[in-house]
């Protein structure tokens, strides 16, 4: 079973960056895609970014497109959300998810069967 452990949260000031990991295993990339959902405070799981190796495509929600980029390091097995520009509405848990090659963020999140834990990205004005 696909495992996955996120991290790389934190304080940061409205306008900072911050970088997440997601450290991938037990994955076969041409059968998964990876994601990256968050969660604010009293709203639901909304998906953020998606990397397809098979498709060798990425896709970004509105909300962070020209701030946010998803990248693999191969050697690694991990997945990077590079966090720029912040904002105080980007504060939320987020979480790296795995799921299905066909899946993208046009599916919502209980679609994506694998979980690691969140990690806590807060975003002060």
């Known amino acids: 079973e696909v495992q996955l452990q996120a991290s790389g949260g934190g304080f940061v000031q409205a306008g900072g960056s911050l970088r997440l990991s997601c450290v991938v295993s037990?994955?076969?990339?041409?059968?998964?895609?990876i994601a990256w959902f968050r969660q604010a405070p009293g709203k639901e799981r909304e998906g953020v970014s998606c990397?397809?190796?098979?498709?060798?495509?990425?896709w970004y929600a509105d909300s962070v497109k020209g701030r946010f980029t998803i990248s693999f390091d191969n050697a690694k097995n991990t997945v990077y959300l590079q966090m720029n520009s912040l904002k105080p509405e980007d504060t939320a848990v987020y979480y790296c998810?795995?799921?299905?090659?066909?899946?993208?963020?046009?599916?919502?999140?209980?679609?994506?069967?694998?979980w690691g834990q969140g990690t806590l990205v807060t975003v002060s004005s």
């Open positions: 037990k994955f076969t990339f041409d059968d998964y895609n």
């Open positions: 990397i397809s190796f098979r498709r060798n495509s990425r």
């Open positions: 998810v795995a799921g299905n090659w066909k899946l993208t963020l046009a599916h919502t999140y209980n679609s994506w069967p694998y």
